[in-house]
Every structure is written in C-alpha cells, then in structure tokens.
C-alpha cells in the first residue's frame, strides 16, 4: 500500500520561505513522477512542479525561481522548498506519485488517471 504523507504547512507573511516534505512509503517500482500540485478555494488544481527518477525537474512559470522540488536518494522524501512567497501562493498542497511513464512536451512527467495523492498541508501567506 502507498502512503504519502506531507508536512511543513502553515502560515507566513509575503517573502517568507516554506519548505514542505512528503513522505512517501510502500513505493516498489524503480522509476517514478513525483509531484507537488497546490488547489486554491474556488480554484483548479494547479501542478506546481514535477521530478522524475531521472532526476529531471520542470517548474510552473508562477513558481519559477522561487520554488525547487527536490528528492532525496531513496525517493522516500519529497521536497518543495518555497522561497519569497506571495499571497497568491496560498493553497493546499499535495504531493502525488506514479509510475513514470514519460513527459509530455512542456517537460513535466505525467501521470497516469489514478496517481497516489498525500492528504495535503496548507499554505498561508498574509500580505
């Protein structure tokens, strides 16, 4: 059974820095997209930023050089690491996992209809 699990939420002020984990437990196949997507109220969900077990990153413009998804070697914790946030950051944010099966022509991974998706951990940023 896969279990993902994020932590690190909570609520800053504009130009703080988060840095969210996802643990992710009972993965068995050797390559994979991992994600984080953020969804907004009254909004759709947005992927963020997409890593693969290649080691390949690609970033949503809106985060672009203020966010970096990362992982750690074992693939058993995911990173994103949120630099000078705005308050259109705010959201809840989940991270998701999948088979690897290839990258569509923007560079992000893709995933299949049924991912494995956390629970989510919000994210506040005041103004």
């Known amino acids: 059974q896969v279990q993902l699990v994020e932590s690190g939420g909570g609520s800053v002020q504009a130009g703080g820095s988060l840095r969210l984990s996802c643990t992710v437990s009972g993965y068995t196949y050797n390559t994979y997209c991992l994600a984080w997507f953020r969804q907004a109220p009254g909004k759709e969900r947005e992927r963020v930023a997409t890593?693969?077990?290649?080691?390949?990153?690609k970033h949503a413009d809106s985060v672009k050089g203020r966010f970096t998804i990362s992982r750690d070697g074992a693939k058993s914790t995911l990173f994103l690491q949120m630099n000078s946030l705005k308050p259109e950051d705010t959201a809840m944010y989940y991270c998701a996992a999948d088979r690897l099966r290839g990258r569509n022509s923007e560079g992000y991974c893709v995933f299949s209809l049924n991912p494995y998706w956390g629970q989510g951990t919000q994210v506040t940023v005041s103004s």
């Open positions: 890593i693969d077990s290649g080691g390949s990153t």
